[in-house]
């Protein structure tokens, strides 16, 4: 989009040290935006649990960004008290204020690959060593990163998804056969009685022995 406004531009460099300025010899002042080059940047971070970030981003709170990114700077500029902690904290939350902007924005590719992990979960729940490690390794993601998008799209963590799907399934056994809820448990990933009890009857509404009563009339 073309626009004849004005442009400005806040840059923060965290590799540059104005106390030690004259011991390296950085090609990127943190001053001057014109001689910006992204391929001279001494250290790139690449983001595993929310990979967006590895990419340009743009935010349409560019205001909150603003006041965010001055206050980091009058900090730095006055030295305060706890001055690392104050940076730190401000710039984790400009991250969670940009993480905002496409938390709910996916792409084909990234709502494949939460398909993908639903049926493989909905599939396999039954599997007593599937985890949240197992499905990340299974589909190359980070842990943290698979959860994310489960969470988004489900509304449930990647591990209570397992623990659903795990429910769901042991409803359908309750009704199907009359082998014992024990045995049941067991089939479907649960490795102690009470946990599934107290699991099934939190998502289901009914005790496992009252719902296989229940359905079974």
């Known amino acids: 989009v073309s626009t004849n406004e004005k442009s400005s ?6 590799d540059f040290s104005e106390r030690r300025r004259s011991s390296f010899n950085f090609k990127i002042l ?17 983001f595993d649990d929310l990979q967006q970030f590895n990419s340009c981003v ?24 706890y001055l690392n902690l104050r940076l730190k904290g401000r710039m984790l ?53 698979i959860n994310r998008l489960i969470n988004q799209k489900t509304g449930y963590s990647l ?3 397992i623990v659903v ?6 409803g359908e056994l309750l009704i199907s056969s009359k082998r014992p809820i024990s045995e049941i448990a067991i089939q479907v990933g649960f490795n102690n009685i009470h946990h599934f009890s107290r699991c099934f009857k ?13 359905n079974s009339r």
Do not use: W
Not at 9 to 14: P, R, S
Not at 118 to 131: A, H
Not at 165 to 170: D, E, F, G, M, S
């Open 165 to 170: 799907k795990r429910v769901q399934k042991a």
């Open 93 to 145: 939350l400009i991250l969670c204020e940009i993480s905002n902007t496409f938390s709910y924005s996916l792409s084909q590719k990234t709502t494949n690959l939460i398909d993908e992990v639903l049926t493989y979960v909905t599939e396999n729940c039954i599997d007593s060593s599937l985890s949240n490690e197992h499905i990340a390794e299974k589909f190359g993601f980070h842990p943290r990163h």
């Open 30 to 46: 943190p001053e001057t935006s014109e001689i910006f080059d992204e391929e001279k940047i001494t250290d790139k971070t690449s």
């Open 58 to 81: 743009y935010s349409p709170r560019k205001n909150v960004l603003e006041e965010s990114f001055l206050g980091l700077y009058s900090d730095y500029k006055v030295k305060r008290n």
């Open 202 to 214: 939190k998502y289901m509404g009914l005790s496992p022995a009252k719902y296989r009563l229940h």
């Open 159 to 161: 591990h209570k998804l």
């Open 9 to 14: 531009y806040i840059l923060v460099n965290f």
